[in-house]
């Protein structure tokens, strides 16, 4: 088992402003489970999407098994054995299990039809082989996020495949799912297929891996047997500077408290979770992918609505229906997903500025009356110099600008209503070092001024070095919350994947 | 800490050269090319009264294809528009078999169609339901209530004062349609163009949810734009119910997609998000001068249609396939 | 178990045959219920092609006009060549059909236009060519053979042929849409159009073979219209294709796309058919059609909505989100 099976060589790829990956190598050994470990933003989600035919490498080499390869489409990767299972699994929901397995290399029978009953065998085996006692004839949409996982895995097995990749696969699921799938981990390691499991879990990695990589900013920066390292190591590696250096000082002295959750329920996604906010206040939301900790923000901003809990801003009850009556009650939300809930990338940079203003960029105070073209211009310049946007002209679209300076937009759009809180979700993640520094220092300056901030983030480093305090949450719960000196990145992560609490919370 | 932020320019230069290359500059070279076929082709064309009459085969269309145009920029679309009108011109000329004076009739127009519209929006905008199915269900069951009132029979005998709006001269050749032509387009060019209303608009035909989490109501916004193409469809069914002079329940029929062609050829992406009121009137104008260039020289409605279906799909195939070759700009 | 939407839609469609037979027993013959069948024969072809081309997340507006032309193309070959064989003129009519769904197709495919443009463009222009073609004469009974005539009405079994043409597209759409590939892939990329593409589906071409299967079926009920009514002219099918649309919705094809079955669309196509046939025999005025079936979409899409309500995430843990199936409970 020398030689790997798939070997990385200078894989660079760059998107317009950022570059993701800078010379990257990785090698993949038949038999062996090879940790991928980095924060949000580091690489991996690109490196997943070239080796499974998304994005073409703007240089470097593929090679399998010392063959060069390369992967014009989705197709192509899948047929040279690469599969992967994506955290949010990206399936059809309206298509039966067993067609979800074999789409795309269905058994046939006589006139080249679909065999069906020799698929639903064969689906029934590769089902029993993961474990999931699942009918294939079901449908995908009326299983759990969990079952949707194995079913994907039992695609996998079914092409094949001799590389897996596994992309943060128990990211939503329970304990005893958990183990189940480090079973079936083992499974595909005892088939001798080559595994990049990407988590940030790091008892997971310990307990399943061989071998580990770790990215940082889009470059390697250490690799080697799991069995000769630990974690607090990798969690250098991973993190790499010095937090507190590179984060701007804390200037802002905390104020009263503005905003009171208490008891707030959804009945799908989060459950009684209460906290305090005050001016002034940088509060970090940190979690694993898919906690719960964007849903929750997003029924404080009035997209949903909580089953049960209150809340209030400088001690008036708020119950928001809309984001246009969180808007007035003076809390905004800077999204995570920024081209489908933030920016209008169609839409020039000053129209995008004044969309949540329109009311006072227009005459009369309406947003039926006309708009004044020249207050628009002055709100969306006021917004966007104290962010330092590069753009060559305010008429230029959204769409044609880097995503930091996209990211920038946003911010400037909803800084534009005047808020008193201010909920960012994500705001760094995918933008370059240049412009994370320029939103980081503008969260200080709205602290300094007063805002209270809400801050969701999945960066270790990001989450330590902007918050006052940090709220941990995990499958929709509150898990712990820590006063920023009290933590350190191993509690938080531990915190997280839920390895300490278990025992506190029984 | 911005002591050194640079100042970014409002504007992009080369403004000229993006209105040459722009929809509208296209459409206006076609209506012009158009419009010198039609006066080599019938030395009839260039008589003003002859123009004047030309002018009755769009004024009405295009009344609704103006709120129309909105509707689209917002990724919705009203496929029930014909429907209203024999609809409310069926409540018109009920309400005239009950003895209703001219004043009552606008009113009646104008409530049907402020009702179907409403209908349209409640199911949309609240239910939240794909809008292209729901009117093609209202299509039919507005033009369905108006086969059960009126069955094979006819409503006629309007009175001679409400035969002005579809008839009527407001001064020499300029008809009172031709005025109410000219009035929408300025309202709906203002509304969308120029109000924050219009920026909600183009918002929501870009990114529903980053308009929804930018504070619009979305919803509302909707709801308020099947109102408005309700209430235009109720004026048109005024003004051709006065023009024709009676009412059958298959007036108007076929006119949805005539309007959904002039509204898509003016320029407006029928995916939401882009177009201007201008490329809509241009598009009515051009459509209008094929069908009267084609009825002087005795070629039947039909044929026009051809016509207008072709130049529908190459005046939106031939920037995609040429794209980068002609870079013509839709400008928001 | 959740009832299928397709045995509620059966038990509404029986509800509707069972109380105009209260009134009038005669309805619910076996005689009397096979000739509503023959007559919604045509309604349920087009659904069916028009089912396979939602299905991918497009819409064919021109499908009423595709019939007219090619049901022209057919009468006049045979006015001018009556030797020609039936079978030689439906072969012909089902490949001048998916020649014309073809344009469609590739405009969708190739020219990337949005499918409800160019199926408005071509539905005008397709209509427009009969009259191109014929000079807005019509095609009388009287030019046609009576081989030609005799076709769709020749008995076999105790039922017409057109209606055993019609149960045999039935059969071959279902095996089709259920068990081939190329079916298959239309629910795929209709239902999740990304990870169609991972499963080395190619969305474009499968569109366009939707249309060229949409237009083979509407050039098929070409012939079978203008033979069946004996006339062809310019507006044969008029305003058709916005029933063909209804029978779908009512059928729970979802305009979404990746939705619908072909027993719901047959259905659907079915409850139109037995409202166009009872209201003659319960004495109500063939005016009410219009807009019972408009009642009947708007009705069918909010039940529809309802059933297609997509859950959230389910962060939390719950006895549902585990390994164990959820459904048949």
């Given amino acids: 088992m020398d030689s790997a099976l798939l070997t990385l060589h200078d894989i660079t790829k760059e998107f317009p402003g950022v570059r993701a990956l800078s010379s990257v190598g990785l090698e993949l050994h038949a038999g062996e489970v090879t940790a991928l470990v980095g924060e949000n933003g580091a690489g991996k989600s690109t490196l997943v999407k070239i080796l499974t035919g998304i994005h073409a490498p703007d240089a470097g080499e593929i090679r399998m098994e010392d063959e060069v390869v390369s992967f014009a489409t989705p197709h192509d990767a899948a047929q040279a054995g690469i599969t992967a299972i994506h955290q949010e699994t990206v399936l059809f929901d309206e298509l039966s299990v067993a067609e979800n397995i074999f789409l795309g290399h269905a058994p046939r029978g006589r006139l080249g039809l679909i065999d069906k009953r020799r698929m639903h065998r064969e689906a029934q085996a590769l089902l029993e082989r993961v474990g999931a006692q699942l009918d294939p004839s079901t449908r995908l949409r009326d299983l759990g996020i969990a079952s949707k996982h194995l079913v994907a895995i039992a695609r996998a097995l079914s092409i094949d495949a001799r590389v897996v990749i596994m992309d943060e696969p128990t990211a939503a699921l329970s304990q005893q799912e958990i183990e189940e799938l480090y079973v079936l981990v083992e499974t595909l390691r005892q088939a001798g297929k080559a595994i990049l499991f990407i988590s940030h879990k790091f008892d997971e990695i310990f307990r399943i891996a061989d071998r580990y990589s770790v990215f940082r900013d889009g470059e390697l920066v250490g690799q080697g047997r799991i069995r000769d390292t630990d974690s607090s190591s990798l969690v250098r590696l991973m993190v790499g500077r010095d937090v507190d250096a590179v984060f701007p000082p804390r200037t802002a002295k905390i104020g009263e408290p503005i905003l009171q959750v208490s008891g707030y329920s959804h009945p799908t996604e989060f459950d009684d979770l209460s906290f305090t906010l005050s001016r002034g206040e940088i509060l970090g939301f940190y979690g694993l992918v898919g906690a719960g900790r964007s849903e929750l923000m997003q029924s404080l901003f009035g997209v949903t609505r909580p089953s049960a809990g209150t809340m209030s801003i400088d001690g008036t009850p708020v119950s928001p229906r809309s984001p246009a009556d969180a808007i007035s009650a003076g809390i905004v939300y800077v999204p995570e997903d920024r081209g489908g809930q933030g920016a209008i990338t169609g839409l020039p940079i000053f129209r995008n500025v004044s969309l949540a203003s329109l009311g006072e960029v227009s005459r009369g105070g309406s947003m039926t009356g006309f708009v004044d073209m020249a207050r628009e211009f002055a709100l969306t310049e006021k917004y966007v110099s104290r962010l330092e946007l590069k753009a060559a002209s305010l008429d230029q679209s959204v769409g044609s600008l880097s995503g930091g300076n996209q990211q920038k937009v946003v911010i400037a759009k909803w800084l534009a209503t005047r808020p008193k809180i201010i909920v960012l979700d994500e705001p760094t993640k995918g933008i370059d070092i240049g412009s994370k520094a320029a939103v980081h220092a503008f969260m200080r300056e709205l602290a300094a001024e007063g805002l209270a901030v809400i801050m969701v983030s999945s960066e270790i480093p990001e989450v330590l070095g902007m918050s006052d305090r940090i709220y941990v949450m995990r499958a929709g719960r509150k898990v712990a919350e820590f006063a920023r000196d009290d933590a350190t990145p191993e509690q938080l992560v531990r915190a997280a994947a839920g390895i300490e609490t278990r025992e506190a919370a029984a | 800490m911005n002591t050194q932020a640079r100042v970014i320019p409002h504007r992009a230069n080369g403004r000229l050269r993006r209105i040459f290359g722009s929809w509208e500059a296209l459409l206006v070279v076609i209506a012009i090319a158009i419009f010198f076929i039609n006066t080599q082709a019938s030395p009839y064309f260039l008589d003003p009264w002859n123009l004047s009459d030309a002018t009755f085969n769009f004024t009405e269309k295009a009344m609704i294809a103006f709120a129309m145009a909105l509707l689209i920029v917002s990724g919705e679309i009203d496929l029930s528009v014909a429907s209203i009108i024999a609809l409310a011109s069926t409540a018109m000329g009920f309400a005239l078999q009950l003895g209703a004076g001219t004043p009552v009739l606008v009113l009646v127009g104008l409530g049907t169609g402020l009702l179907c519209g409403a209908f349209n929006g409640l199911l949309v905008a609240r239910l939240g339901l794909p809008s292209i199915v729901v009117t093609i269900g209202t299509l039919s069951l507005f033009r369905g209530i108006a086969y059960i009132v009126l069955g094979d029979q006819a409503y006629s005998g309007y009175p001679t004062s409400f035969a002005y709006f579809g008839q009527g001269y407001v001064w020499w050749v300029i008809t009172f349609e031709m005025v109410l032509f000219v009035a929408t387009a300025v309202v709906f060019y203002v509304l969308l163009h120029r109000t924050g209303f219009g920026r909600a608009v183009y918002g929501i035909g870009n990114n529903p949810t980053a308009a929804l989490f930018s504070g619009i109501r979305v919803p509302r916004v909707k709801f308020l734009l099947f109102l408005m193409t309700g209430v235009m469809s109720g004026v048109a069914a005024i003004c051709l119910t006065s023009r024709l002079g009676s009412t059958r329940p298959s007036i108007g029929f076929g006119w949805e997609l005539e309007i959904v062609t002039m509204v898509v050829l003016g320029g407006i992406n029928i995916l939401g998000g882009s177009g201007t009121i201008p490329g809509v009137v241009l598009a009515a104008i051009i459509m209008g001068l094929v069908t009267f260039g084609f009825g002087l020289l005795n070629v039947p409605g039909i044929v026009m249609s051809i016509f207008i279906g072709l130049l529908l799909i190459s005046v939106i195939a031939l920037p995609r396939v040429f794209g980068s070759f002609a870079g013509l700009h839709r400008k928001r | ?329």
């Fill in chain 3, 1 to 329: 178990m959740k009832i299928s939407r397709d045995i509620l839609l059966a038990i509404a469609l029986l509800l509707l045959i069972g109380l105009v037979a209260m009134r009038f027993p005669g309805f619910a013959t076996p005689q009397s219920l096979a000739s509503v069948f023959n007559d919604s024969a045509i309604l349920i072809i087009l659904a069916l092609g028009q089912m396979a081309v939602i299905l991918t997340r497009c819409i064919d507006l021109s499908m009423a006009s595709n019939l007219a032309l090619v049901g022209m193309i057919t009468a006049m070959t045979n006015a001018a060549y009556p030797m020609v064989p039936v079978v030689v003129l439906v072969m012909m009519a089902i490949v001048l059909g998916a020649a014309l769904g073809g344009i469609n197709g590739l405009l969708v495919w190739k020219a990337g236009i949005p499918p409800i443009v160019v199926t408005l463009g071509t539905l005008t222009i397709f209509r427009g060519i009969i009259f191109l073609l014929t000079d807005g004469q019509w095609v009388n009974a009287h030019e046609m053979s009576a081989s030609y005539k005799a076709f769709p009405r020749a008995e076999l079994l105790t039922l017409p042929a057109l209606s055993w043409l019609a149960i045999a597209i039935i059969v071959g759409m279902a095996i089709f849409l259920s068990r081939s590939p190329a079916g298959r892939a239309m629910y795929a990329a209709g239902g999740n159009p990304d990870a169609a593409v991972y499963a080395g589906i190619d969305t474009g071409r499968t569109r366009a073979r939707a249309f060229v299967v949409a237009g083979a079926l509407a050039g098929l009920c070409g012939y079978l219209w203008v033979s069946r009514y004996a006339v062809a002219y310019v507006d044969v099918a008029g305003g058709f294709e916005l029933d063909v649309i209804a029978a779908c919705v009512i059928g729970g094809v979802s305009i979404a796309g990746g939705v619908g079955t072909v027993l719901g669309c047959v259905l659907g196509a079915l409850f139109l058919g037995v409202i166009k046939n009872a209201l003659p025999v319960v004495d109500i005025s063939p005016f009410w059609q219009l807009a019972i079936s408009g009642a009947a979409i708007i009705i069918a899409v909010v039940l529809n909505a309802r059933a297609e309500r997509r859950p959230g995430r389910l962060i939390l843990e719950q006895s549902s989100d585990s390994s164990l199936p959820v459904s048949h409970s």
